[in-house]
């Protein structure tokens, strides 16, 4: 019965595919034909591609599920053909793409000029395996620290700007009823461990891996957070948690909270999330771990468009994704949602989020602070590195486990997922 | 000659009328566990050199030891459960004969409308306790956070009660069949020794819908060994990863599109398919599953 019920999903999504690609351009001998498959908020970008390319390439356009990139690129690497000519997906699935066992991902090094690559500057790094592009990063997701103006003048309290002086003000907000955020899901990682620069998914060799909790890195960051678990001022729970929401953030308690760029106009915000009133937030830049460069950001998300290689096109398909990243349409549209890494269209982008009245600060300049400073200890890797959280770090976080036990069980699980990978791991 | 000419055609009758299953026996049974063999006799990433060592590798993989302890859990409060309250209320639905049967029949197959996608959306909304309809009911218990019900060690209850109220109702309806299938002159005798509704039930009823009981029984069990859409859509929801791996049949999955790894893969679904049809070699040779028809039998 479960088999049926999976068959008949993957039945009603390939027709819905299938709809999708029937809107595309009717495909012509002689002109290039490209096939993008991307997730829903990437399709306005893809269908104005298609606009302008009408004519010149027939660009096709199917919607898939970001969540099933490897699975589909794996399906067609079993039939030999269907591949898309570029694909979204997370930079994790780049890792996995361009492992010779997978082979889907193009070298980009020679199909898009160095002009493009030097405008990503620093954005595009997750794309970099051993001087070699293979993606193209679509949108920026580093973390910063989003603080309630309203909340802040009330309470007297001054914007942190090391750790240290964040968890000093968190722990101010004891007895207040206000909160510091609420870090138990991959936010505590992004937010902390990936800032901090533990190093849980740093690549020493291509196919080595260390994974190192005992790392000082990691210890100092249970270190400052553990009390102010302890003392109430920042919650066990997901920043997604029904109760969450329903107790503290929409209750407008949320006196501050480290979060991604995009946590702005799609957490705080909407009516159906955290509901914050407009004039209240602001965004300041990370809170530093130490001095000199030990002032990292973390990422949460922020997708890549990776090239096929074995497109018939390649030069056209290259060409697409450096449109989808990099195009003045996608960095001034309305559907473009998130900070886009390339730096002349971010720029662009500017100007729509820094005259937005809903923040109470240009949002934009603590985002653009951050954006070149991604910790990159930690890379994009083959094994389950995310989807590990929910099993290990966050489960124990939410169930009350203390964040060094919780770091543990997590190390430990990536160790024994890593060798399954092809992946020899190093764990001091 | 005549008899063996009638023999010959009830073998051509036969033939042409199993010809239909036996073709689509090969095309989606066997020729998939045959691709399946040699598949999971391939090279994988983790042993290049490919034969039996894929098989010993998933059970060395990390995910496998608690993906089993699972998945045995769940089977085993699920199979006793399904069969359990299925007999128990088919054998409540075949007394209540009349103008309410019909509607109660009904009422039982509405829940196994929905399928596992919408079963796990629903019970997301039940069991949350900010969401909930039954808020009062679960504060009374001392839930408040959905993560005193989303964790990890309560969840094979949950799975298994989504999985029964989708699976249960159509049971009860095909057991409620079989027992109308036993003859009334059974039954009368039975009232006429002087059984009363408890024992015609017990000792009359039941022992003779066993077999369909025991062919539920297997189906269940197969059903439940391979348990995936709800514990794969509950870790794609607001819980991500909770249940990642959790099942058999989820870390075959991940092997061959996240570890990229089918042999492995192909390897850890041969295993469960040797399971299932042990399981069912056993039961069905421990019961007369397939002797006579039990109710008519002399």
Request: glycine share 8%; with cysteine; charged share 15%.
């Amino acid at each position: 019965m479960k088999r049926l019920a999976v068959a008949l999903v993957a039945v009603v999504a390939v027709g819905v595919a299938l709809t999708g690609c029937s809107s595309g351009a009717p495909s012509s001998s002689g002109k290039p034909s490209i096939l993008i498959w991307a997730d829903t908020p990437r399709i306005p970008q893809a269908t104005e591609y298609q606009k302008e390319m009408k004519g010149k390439v027939d660009v096709k356009i199917e919607t898939i599920a970001q969540a099933d990139a490897q699975t589909k690129i794996s399906l067609a690497n079993r039939a030999k053909k269907g591949w898309p000519d570029i694909i979204f997906g997370a930079p994790a699935d780049t890792a996995q793409f361009k492992d010779p066992s997978n082979g889907y991902a193009a070298d980009l090094t020679k199909l898009v000029s160095k002009k493009i690559f030097d405008g990503f500057g620093e954005g595009n790094s997750d794309c970099l395996y051993d001087g070699k592009y293979y993606c193209l990063k679509n949108d920026l997701a580093n973390t910063v620290l989003w603080y309630n103006t309203k909340i802040f003048a009330q309470l007297g309290l001054t914007v942190p700007t090391t750790m240290q002086e964040f968890a000093d003000t968190a722990m101010k907000l004891k007895g207040t009823g206000f909160s510091a955020g609420a870090y138990g899901d991959q936010l505590y990682y992004a937010a902390f461990l990936q800032s901090s620069e533990c190093p849980l998914a740093d690549l020493t060799a291509a196919n080595t891996v260390r994974i190192a909790p005992g790392d000082s890195k990691c210890t100092r960051v249970a270190k400052t957070i553990q009390p102010l678990l302890d003392a109430g001022v920042i919650d066990k729970r997901s920043p997604f948690d029904a109760g969450f929401i329903k107790d503290v953030a929409a209750q407008d308690k949320v006196a501050m909270t480290i979060g991604p760029s995009w946590w702005g106009d799609f957490v705080i915000r909407p009516q159906a999330s955290w509901n914050v009133p407009a004039g209240e937030i602001a965004a300041a830049n990370m809170p530093a771990w130490g001095t000199g460069k030990d002032n990292k950001s973390g990422a949460y998300g922020g997708g890549v468009f990776t090239v096929s290689s074995h497109s018939k096109f390649p030069q056209a398909a290259a060409d697409a994704a450096v449109w989808m990243t990099t195009s003045n349409w996608m960095a001034t549209a309305a559907t473009t949602p998130t900070f886009p890494a390339y730096g002349p269209a971010n720029k662009l982008w500017e100007a729509r989020i820094s005259k937005d009245a809903y923040y109470a600060n240009n949002v934009y300049t603590a985002m653009a602070a951050g954006a070149n400073n991604i910790s990159q200890v930690d890379r994009p890797v083959r094994f389950p590195f995310n989807a590990q959280f929910g099993a290990t770090l966050s489960a124990d976080i939410n169930n009350g486990k203390s964040l060094s036990v919780a770091l543990d069980d997590y190390a430990k699980s990536i160790q024994g997922l890593a060798p399954q990978s092809g992946y020899k791991v190093v764990t001091k | 000659m005549a008899r063996s000419r009638s023999s010959r055609r009830s073998l051509l009758a036969g033939s042409i009328m199993f010809a239909p299953y036996l073709i689509l026996l090969l095309l989606f049974g066997i020729w998939p566990i045959i691709q399946a063999t040699i598949t999971s006799i391939g090279p994988s990433i983790v042993n290049p050199a490919g034969g039996l060592q894929n098989f010993a590798d998933v059970v060395a993989d990390v995910r496998f030891l608690p993906a089993l302890m699972n998945v045995v859990v769940f089977l085993l409060l699920y199979v006793p459960i399904m069969i359990i309250v299925v007999s128990v209320m088919s054998l409540l639905l075949d007394t209540v004969q009349g103008r309410w049967n019909l509607p109660l029949r009904l009422t039982y197959i509405v829940p196994a409308s929905m399928t596992g996608a919408t079963a796990v959306l629903i019970w997301y909304f039940m069991l949350e306790p900010s969401l909930s309809p039954y808020q009062s009911a679960l504060h009374a218990l001392g839930i408040t956070q959905g993560n005193q019900i989303w964790r990890q060690g309560g969840l094979a209850w949950i799975f298994v009660a989504m999985a029964f109220f989708v699976g249960a109702g159509n049971w009860i309806v095909v057991q409620y069949g079989s027992l109308q299938s036993i003859s009334e002159d059974v039954l009368e005798a039975a009232r006429i020794d002087g059984a009363n509704a408890w024992q015609i039930g017990w000792r009359i009823k039941l022992p003779l819908i066993r077999k369909y009981l025991v062919y539920m029984g297997i189906l269940v069990f197969a059903a439940g060994l391979q348990v995936f859409v709800e514990p794969q859509l509950i870790s794609g929801s607001v819980y991500t990863g909770i249940a990642k791996d959790w099942s058999l049949n989820q870390l075959s999955y991940d092997l061959a599109f996240q570890s990229n790894n089918l042999a492995g893969s192909a390897a850890l679904s041969l295993m469960l398919l040797v399971v299932c049809i042990i399981a069912a070699i056993v039961v069905i040779f421990r019961t007369d599953f397939f002797e006579g028809t039990g109710v008519g039998k002399k």
